[in-house]
């Protein structure tokens, strides 16, 4: 079965870095794109940042590009997010994100457990 676990979140204080990564196992990790996505409290899920299957091209949300960077080792069958410039409103649960095609009008989101990341002085 599809399993996706994150680690590397923390606190860290305003202006610092931390690396989130996101194990994959289930699938063929290569065949498909990643994304991760954050949920502050009482606020909805939104997308952070998307790869696609190769690496070959990278989407980010408005409010962080130029401070993170997605990226993938397909041979370890796993997909980073590196943070820097961190701010306060980066505060939430950090979720890797796969969309699998299980067959025609059959779209899955599998989701990881989530790892928070606070920031904070």
């Known amino acids: 079965q599809v399993q996706l676990v994150e680690s590397g979140g923390g606190l860290v204080q305003p202006g610092g870095s931390l690396r989130l990564a996101c194990a994959a196992s289930?699938?063929?990790?290569?065949?498909?794109?990643m994304s991760w996505y954050r949920q502050a409290t009482g606020k909805e899920r939104e997308l952070v940042a998307r790869?696609?299957?190769?690496?070959?091209?990278?989407n980010y949300a408005d409010s962080v590009k130029g401070r993170f960077t997605i990226s993938r080792d397909n041979a370890r069958n796993t997909v980073y997010l590196q943070m820097n410039s961190l701010k306060p409103e980066d505060t939430g649960v950090y979720y890797c994100?796969?969309?699998?095609?299980?067959?025609?009008?059959?779209?899955?989101?599998?989701w990881g457990q989530g790892t928070q990341v606070t920031v904070s002085s």
């Open positions: 289930g699938f063929t990790f290569s065949d498909y794109a």
């Open positions: 994100n796969v969309k699998i095609l299980i067959k025609l009008g059959d779209l899955r989101n599998y």
């Open positions: 790869i696609t299957s190769d690496g070959g091209s990278r």
